[in-house]
């Protein structure tokens, strides 16, 4: 059977099973397999890798994603495409596909239950699964720690919300690497002081190094986006280069830095409910770290932040 990125295909499937899109579920599939490779690539998908992927659709990264890694770990809300997936995926042994709400899984504890989590080596000599398990395997559970990854060509309506949560989760992944629209990837990847920073970028800076591997036409989906698409990846620290004291305090800032950009940083925060501190003491902080009391948020870096947050906390 040829794959789903051949748009023959993928239409065949589709009405092979009378499939209705739910724009609801943000239901774009790719038939794109040139952006696919290349998504696996700068991923770094490998033999041994165990890959959590959000939302399948009808299986298109997920046969290419079986094909590259040892085990592939799929989450679907929609009840109406795992038939669909248990016929696309018939032919791989190392799939594994969840009906739900990839916002209600523990990805901490299935990382657990897969034996798979970060390998500190930065290659998977130490701590993954052994050389004979270069070649596809059955997909039981490896003996020792395997790499895990996040791939994903997500669903636009809820991309922030996915995001956080694996990052609040700490859930335990080398890399992450997703689809998103653009716009959203210009934001996770803003430097301070243009109009595409935000609280986005700072949460997405703080844990992880991002960077654009292309842009997506709307042409390599069915039905099309309205909107332009890129591919993100995003390695993961293992500990915040710099790390707030207070990681509740530090987000509930930076939230509130930006809920209202025209406001100086003093006034936004002096407003939140969730910020404890007085006009006085954000001023005086802010004075202490070498900025005017007038400044906004836009204009202080992941570390700025990091640094008044723990001003405010002590
Ligand atoms: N990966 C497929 C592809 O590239 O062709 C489909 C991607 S489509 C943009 C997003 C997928 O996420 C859809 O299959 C949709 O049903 C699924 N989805 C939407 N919300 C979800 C949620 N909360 N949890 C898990 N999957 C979700």
């Not at 789903?4 to 065949?12: F, Q």
């Not at 299986?59 to 085990?71: E, K, R, S």
Request: net charge negative.
């Amino acid at each position: 059977m040829s794959k789903l990125s051949d748009p023959r295909t993928m239409l065949e499937t589709i009405s092979r099973y009378d499939f209705d899109f739910h724009k609801k579920f943000g239901q774009n599939f790719l038939i794109d397999e040139g952006v696919i490779r290349r998504s696996l690539e700068a991923a770094q998908v490998g033999k041994d890798d165990v890959i959590f992927e959000i939302g399948p659709g009808v299986g298109t990264l997920t046969q290419f994603l079986a094909d590259a890694a040892h085990q592939v770990v799929s989450i679907e809300i929609d009840k109406k495409l795992i038939p669909i997936l248990e016929d696309t995926l018939r032919d791989y042994d190392n799939v594994a596909v969840i009906n739900e709400d990839v916002l209600k899984v523990d990805l901490v504890s299935l990382a657990q239950q897969y034996h798979a989590g970060r390998v500190n080596t930065g290659n998977t000599d130490s701590g993954s699964i052994s050389g004979a398990n270069a070649s596809r395997e059955p997909a039981s559970a490896p003996a020792a720690l395997a790499p895990l990854r996040i791939v994903a060509n997500l669903p636009y309506y809820i991309t922030t919300p996915i995001l956080m949560n694996l990052f609040r989760q700490r859930v335990p992944a080398q890399s992450i690497t997703v689809m998103v629209q653009k716009e959203v990837a210009d934001r996770m990847c803003a430097q301070p002081g243009s109009k595409d920073y935000g609280s986005l970028s700072v949460a997405v800076q703080y844990y992880s190094a991002p960077q654009i591997v292309e842009l997506v036409p709307p042409s390599s989906f069915i039905p099309h986006p309205k909107v332009t698409s890129a591919v993100v990846t995003m390695e993961l620290y293992e500990e915040p280069p710099v790390k707030a004291q207070d990681e509740e305090l530090f987000d509930h800032i930076i939230r509130a830095a930006f809920g209202q950009r025209r406001k100086t940083l003093t006034n936004a925060l002096s407003s939140s409910p969730q910020v404890p501190c007085s006009k006085e003491q954000i001023a005086d902080a802010l004075e202490q770290l070498g900025f005017s009391p007038s400044i906004r948020g836009e204009k202080l870096s992941v570390a700025d932040f990091v640094s008044l947050s723990d001003h405010l906390g002590t």
